[in-house]
């Protein structure tokens, strides 16, 4: 396995564990984890701390997120 699989597998495990607590701080807190891990695994959408997208959620957590948005 190369470590962008790992990276995507961390990611994957972050974002099932997200569904599965009820606090909403720490489903917040296990997206966070999931983008970090999806940040590495995919450079082309790793943000700069120095950019104007800091703010911007990475797309796979975007998409897993709208379902707790309500």
């Known amino acids: ?3 962008r699989d790992d990276y995507l597998h961390n ?3 972050a974002l099932h564990l997200a569904n599965r607590v ?8 296990l997206f ?7 940040d590495l695994a995919d450079p082309i ?3 700069s701390t ?3 997208h800091q703010n911007e959620e990475h797309p796979l957590v ?4 709208r379902y707790f948005r309500a």
């Open 45 to 47: 959408h790793h943000r």
């Open 32 to 38: 966070d984890l999931a983008e970090k891990w999806l």
């Open 11 to 13: 990611a994957g495990q």
């Open 1 to 3: 396995m190369s470590k």
């Open 62 to 65: 975007k998409r897993a997120f």
């Open 22 to 29: 009820s606090p909403v701080g720490r489903k917040f807190l």
């Open 50 to 52: 120095h950019t104007d």
